[in-house]
């Protein structure tokens, strides 16, 4: 693998890319966790969003969170990822609850693809794997897990296509889920948690996505929880368990294979050659009485099958624990055997690149300021310059200087010209402060959304962007500015003088300063505020 200077974006050829390892991807193993929650509840403005919900989940499964809009699932799932502080009940990781140390070990692939546009593929992999793998690991070491995600999610066809936009076209529409995935598995997390994946992909993307993902968990041991609208019956039928909400409370939550039994029991059987999952969601959007028989009808089945209701005991998918049930005696066995799994689970906790990157992993960030600065700066600098130069705005600039140096074409050095002189220096002045300003704008209104999403899942410092965002901002825009200022200065003839050329140089440097600093202070201001609401600090 070729050497690459400091923060030179790394780009494989072919030849690496055939050369790296199919899967099982082996960085990606994950230590075995194990999900559990018990009797969430979260009210907002005093409405109960979620009553009761419960739920298990074991390494290499997959669950889906199903139900009518506005059921609860992203609330849910919210709620998992540690996003969402919850009114009462416990969420557990191997029986410990989410410390900030083991949230690092979930991740949160939210519905809409977040990212900066005019970056390719590769390169958006390239600099999430810089901001978030530890800043001690070997940068071959990224480079080789980048690989095997680009391997085993397939994306080697669209690794140097720009992401785009509704203008520009880029990845698709599955690719840019695949890569907001692989940005989310880079960290190497035991849980993922998926809102809404298959949403805006067309059946045969949504497949392929969901058998590369359900591959992807059993091959790693990694637990897939996603929230599901109207998945066919072959998506369905890949998840292991269904937890279903009606109105934010518990509908079913078991295995998938056992769900139109649990149905048929209610008296709501699936018709045949008809879709379960479209058959269940119909069912918990019928009548009040429907919903009703189908809460009541979960809550005895966790009666059913759960030993303990604290939920100290974990649940059987296979019906009430034959062990549990023979009485205290029972019960004894049963706790002891947890408690022995615990330590196993304890011991397992500490994974390959706990022990490899600890410094990193105890503290706040993965990487240092310095790191996160100068990633960011690059990455400011790459996609700034295409904005900021772009063909339209160079020619934009060059034809407004020469028709201004044209209007005011070699004033004379008498007393008569002072105010042409000053009609120059102004117009110029005041047309590239507003020209920094709303490039300032339009860049932070851009950035605004990506760093919101970035800071939440703890990538860097808000300090570190702000630096770096002026730093590599300034210098791009004054240059351009100052092309602007030397055609106007050269046809105006606006003074003899070298010295006075450096002096307007030196008010247009101070005018571009103020004018971004202005701006990107109240985009820092605004996403702090957003991303403290949001976490709800
Ligand atoms: N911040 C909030 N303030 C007030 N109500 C909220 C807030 N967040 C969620 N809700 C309400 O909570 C309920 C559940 O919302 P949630 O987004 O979890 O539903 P959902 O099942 O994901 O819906 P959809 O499938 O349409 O995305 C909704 O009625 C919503 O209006």
Not at 376 to 404: A, E, G
Request: glycine share 6%.
């Amino acid at each position: 693998m070729e050497q690459d200077s400091e923060l030179h974006v790394f780009i494989p050829t072919p030849d690496q890319l055939e050369s790296c390892p199919k899967s099982p991807a082996k960085h990606y193993l994950s230590a075995s966790y194990e999900l559990k929650f018990t009797d969430l509840c979260v009210k907002i403005d005093k409405r109960e969003i979620l009553k009761d919900v419960y739920g298990v989940a074991k390494p290499g499964e997959m669950v889906a969170i199903m139900g009518p809009s506005g059921a609860g699932k992203t609330t849910l799932l919210n709620c998992l990822a540690g996003r969402r502080p919850i009114e009462s009940g416990t969420l557990t990781l191997n029986s410990r609850s989410i410390t900030k140390q083991l949230k690092r070990k979930i991740s949160y692939v939210l519905q809409q693809d977040i990212f900066i546009e005019d970056l390719t593929c590769w390169e958006t992999l390239w600099f999430t794997a810089l901001l978030r793998l530890p800043g001690s690991m070997p940068r071959a070491e990224k480079k080789q897990r980048i690989m095997e995600l680009v391997d085993a999610l397939d994306m080697e066809k669209c690794l140097h296509t720009k992401i785009g936009n509704t203008d520009v076209r880029g990845l698709s529409g599955g690719e840019k889920k695949r890569t907001t995935i692989a940005c989310e598995l880079l960290t190497n997390p035991a849980l993922m948690l998926l809102d809404e994946p298959t949403s805006g992909l067309d059946s045969s993307n949504a497949f392929s996505l969901c058998n590369t993902l359900k591959k992807f968990a059993k091959d790693s041991g990694k637990i897939l929880i996603a929230s599901i609208h109207q998945p066919s019956s072959q998506i369905f039928n890949m998840f292991d368990k269904l937890l279903l909400l009606c109105d934010g409370k518990m509908a079913y939550f078991g295995e998938v294979k056992n769900c139109a039994q649990h149905f048929a029991s209610l008296e709501l059987p699936c018709p045949a050659n008809y879709n379960l999952a479209d058959h269940i969601l119909d069912q918990v959007k019928g009548a009040q009485d429907v919903r009703d028989t189908i809460v009541k009808g979960a809550t005895q089945q966790r009666k059913d099958n759960w030993v303990n209701m604290n939920g100290e005991v974990p649940f059987n998918s296979e019906g009430p624990s034959t062990e549990a049930s023979n009485g205290a005696a029972g019960q004894k066995k049963v706790i002891s055997k947890l408690s022995s799994h615990v330590t196993e689970f304890d011991e397992m906790e500490i994974d390959d690149d706990y022990t490899k990157y600890r410094e990193e992993y105890e503290s706040p960030w993965p990487t240092g300021f310095f790191l996160q600065f100068s990633v960011l700066f690059q990455r400011s600098v790459k996609y700034s310059f295409f904005r900021i130069y772009s063909k339209w705005h160079i020619m934009q600039f060059i034809s407004l200087s020469i028709f201004i140096g044209m209007m005011w074409f070699q004033i004379e050095p008498t007393e008569r010209q002072i105010s042409n002189r000053q009609g120059v220096a102004f117009f110029f002045l005041v047309f590239t402060s507003f020209e920094f300003m709303l490039d300032s704008v339009l860049s932070a209104f851009n950035d605004r959304v990506v760093v919101n999403k970035e800071r939440l899942a703890g990538y860097y410092r808000l300090s570190a962007y702000y630096l770096a965002k002026n730093l590599s901002e300034i210098p791009l825009l004054f240059g351009l500015a100052s092309i602007f200022f030397t055609i106007i200065f050269c046809l105006s003839g606006l003074s003899p003088y070298f010295v006075d050329y450096l002096q307007m140089l030196g008010l247009l440097l101070l005018s571009a300063i103020v004018t971004h600093l202005f701006v990107s202070s109240m985009t820092v201001e605004i996403t702090q505020h957003s991303v403290q609401s949001y976490l709800l600090l």
